[in-house]
């Protein structure tokens, strides 16, 4: 698969690249592109942002300056990028990332992220230049660069080979096989620890009869909203 964020910040983005699954995913032969917005920007003195049309606080991004930089990176009237791979604007009011957005986009051969900053981008980036607008969460951020790092952490570890233990991605939270519920709890030594003790059933080696409770605990907790 290969990842390329667009960012005001590329550097941002060193200490994400070193991680430990992110170098398994690109020895892997997956790959993650940085590119700074401010490169290509056809203003003067690196100008990427100007103020809102209607007046108001801040600055916005401007359509132009998203277009030139994809111009440069890809070759092609940018207007075309949506109908080809998935070009997903990050901004707080976009569509919820979840597990399934997160599989869905884990599937594509080819991903490429907008990272807003200020009051975020003119409205005409989401519009014609973005196949997605999604948002990690109902807060805002001061950038798109942590939700771009969310997204590219879940979407990689998604990605075979990435993780230590394959069944790790597999049964874990909010996915289809706990039918999108949490994940049950885990235990691991010392067997009692100030009085409390590890559940009994996890001891019994009986793998049948484990499995059931973890997915009743899942359940259960999908249940309580915990
Ligand atoms: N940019 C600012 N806040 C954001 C959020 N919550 N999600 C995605 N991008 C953002």
Partial sequence: ???DVFTLFPAWFDWFSGQRHVRNALELGHELSFTDLRAATPLKAGQVDDTPYGGGAGMVIRVDVVEAALRARYGVDPLELPTRRRMVALTAGGRRLDDALVAELAA??????????YEGFDERVHEHLASDVVSIGPYVLSGGELAAMVVCDAVIRKLPGTLGHEESALEESFSVALEGAPEYPHYTRPFEWRGHRVPEILLSGDHARVREWRHERSRERGAGGA
């Fill in 1 to 3: 698969m290969k990842i």
């Fill in 108 to 117: 594509e051969p080819e991903l490429t992220l907008l990272c807003g900053r």
